[in-house]
Nanobody
Framework: QVQLVESGGGLVQPGGSLRLSCAAS????????MGWYRQVPGNERELVAE???????NYADSAKGRFTISRDNTGNTVYLQMNSLKPEDTAVYSC??????????????????????WGQGTQVTVSS
């Protein structure tokens, strides 16, 4: 079972940037779909961005134009570059892998129930 470890969170002022990393314990060439989600206490986990092995991406409306998801399959890492951060982006950000050996990406994105092996998350706080 692959282990995922997130890093890169922290405190940043509105308008600032952060780059989150999700390091896998083994090769992610075998992992077709990967995603970043975020959660605020008391709320449900919500999609931020997701990516297939081939590089197809899907973003939540709140992330479009500001965030970029990418993956380094050789380095076993998935990244989330976050620019123009807003206070409402404050949350715990977690990454996860798709459970199937084929992509579940469709017009509406990857079904959330396809993700498993969640990391422990990294806190992002956007505040002045």
């Amino acid at each position: 079972q692959v282990q995922l470890v997130e890093s890169g969170g922290g405190l940043v002022q509105p308008g600032g940037s952060l780059r989150l990393s999700c390091a896998a314990s083994r090769s992610i060439f075998e992992i077709i779909d990967m995603g970043w989600y975020r959660q605020v206490p008391g709320n449900e986990r919500e999609l931020v961005a997701e990516i297939t092995l081939g590089g197809t991406t899907n973003y939540a409306d709140s992330a479009k134009g500001r965030f970029t998801i990418s993956r380094d399959n050789t380095g076993n890492t998935v990244y989330l570059q976050m620019n123009s951060l807003k206070p409402e982006d404050t949350a715990v950000y977690s990454c996860a892998r798709g459970r199937d050996p084929y992509s579940r990406m469709c017009a509406s994105g990857i079904p959330p129930d396809q993700f498993e092996s969640w990391g422990q998350g990294t806190q992002v706080t956007v505040s002045s």
